[in-house]
């Protein structure tokens, strides 16, 4: 790939329109006017709804106008407001807490530090799981494309059975094509010979790179695909500027040091980044009714009518 992917940074990955738009299966997509923040609007019953943020965190033009959105959305009829929060916005998110309800941490996101010798510092056996993986397959890079979808997809439905994935990070085709569109996208593909061995997808941000989406052919697992495919996404990402790649967290919500992809992604790099659960009220009267209708009062889960197994739990369609 010759040229930047991303033209216009400041509408490019999660700061897209079209990022949030690739949402719309799920929910209508509300831009809040002063932050920019992109959310999904969850119906609870005709006229009663909250409001979430895009997965896997939230990106908007203008974190430190959220309290003035919040304003606004008073007496809208939205009950709560929920995201997990940027984690390279994380000085506005603390002067933001004042006018949140909480911002708890949530989890931590392993940062390649391009401006830096990122190569060494990823520990002796990542740079030789490398090395090895490149001796039997390639990668090239291409920007993003819809065209992608059928073969990203199959791959992908490998990730959602080998994992057991539920919830948003499910995604589906029809999401998935859009998120393969947003602009900023591109997408480093793994090969031996004509086969296909993985893919990710990353996007571009002003402040650094995101490795959004990454998967893998079954037959091929072995093969230190996903070290290649790393090391190739952030080589591009270096190329085109950036000064950070991310590589992501644990699996889950929340930061497990035994989980087994935390650790891959720890090795990778000594620098992180921590990204936090947003929240905020936006009508207490509803929202301690609907709690006490799902029993689920007191509950840490927010908002706590939406607890898994609860009567009002979030179900997505399948995809």
């Known amino acids: 790939m010759q040229t930047s992917p991303c033209p216009n940074l400041q509408g490019t990955g999660y700061l897209a329109?079209?990022?949030?738009?690739?949402?719309?299966?799920?929910?209508?997509?509300?831009?809040?006017?002063?932050?920019?923040?992109?959310?999904?609007?969850?119906?609870?019953?005709?006229?009663?709804?909250?409001?979430?943020?895009?997965?896997?965190?939230?990106m908007c033009a203008d974190f430190g106008a959220l309290p003035r959105d919040l304003k606004t959305l008073a007496g809208s009829?939205?009950?709560?407001?929920?995201?997990?929060?940027?984690?390279?916005?994380?000085?506005?998110?603390?002067?933001?807490?004042?006018?949140?309800?909480?911002?708890?941490?949530?989890?931590?996101?392993?940062?390649?530090?391009?401006?830096?010798?990122?190569?060494?510092?990823?520990?002796?056996?990542t740079r030789y799981y490398v090395r090895k993986g490149y001796q039997a397959q390639t990668v090239e890079i291409h920007p993003g494309s819809a065209d992608f979808t059928p073969l990203f997809w199959r791959l992908y439905l490998n990730t959602i059975r080998r994992?057991?994935?539920?919830?948003?990070?499910?995604?589906?085709?029809?999401?998935?094509?859009?998120?393969?569109?947003?602009?900023?996208?591109?997408?480093?593909?793994?090969?031996?010979?004509?086969?296909?061995?993985?893919?990710?997808?990353s996007y571009v941000h002003p402040s650094h790179v995101n490795a959004h989406l990454v998967c893998f052919d079954d037959a091929y697992y072995d093969r230190h695909t996903s070290y290649i495919l790393i090391d190739a996404a952030a080589?591009?990402?270096?190329?085109?500027?950036?000064?950070?790649?991310?590589?992501?967290g644990a699996a889950g919500g929340k930061d497990d040091p035994e989980d087994g992809?935390?650790?891959?992604?720890?090795?990778?790099?000594?620098?992180?980044?921590?990204s936090r659960l947003c929240g905020h009220v936006l009508d207490p009267g509803t929202y301690d009714r609907l709690c006490n209708e799902s029993a689920t009062t007191g509950s840490s889960y927010f908002p706590a009518y939406r607890q898994p197994g609860s009567q009002f739990e979030w179900r997505l369609p399948d995809p």
Do not use: M
């Open 77 to 125: 009829g939205a009950v709560a407001l929920s995201f997990v929060s940027d984690p390279f916005a994380e000085d506005s998110i603390v002067q933001l807490q004042a006018g949140l309800q909480f911002a708890r941490p949530f989890k931590t996101h392993c940062i390649l530090d391009l401006g830096g010798d990122w190569r060494s510092a990823r520990s002796k056996n």
């Open 17 to 58: 329109p079209e990022y949030g738009a690739s949402f719309a299966a799920l929910g209508e997509i509300v831009t809040l006017p002063h932050s920019g923040l992109q959310l999904i609007r969850r119906e609870i019953r005709p006229g009663v709804f909250d409001l979430a943020g895009t997965y896997p965190y939230s």
């Open 235 to 248: 080589a591009e990402a270096e190329r085109l500027g950036a000064h950070a790649f991310n590589i992501g």
């Open 261 to 274: 992809l935390y650790q891959f992604k720890r090795r990778w790099t000594p620098e992180a980044r921590l």
């Open 163 to 201: 994992h057991a994935v539920t919830g948003i990070p499910r995604l589906s085709a029809e999401i998935l094509a859009r998120q393969l569109a947003v602009p900023g996208a591109y997408l480093a593909v793994s090969r031996i010979g004509a086969t296909v061995t993985g893919a990710l997808l």
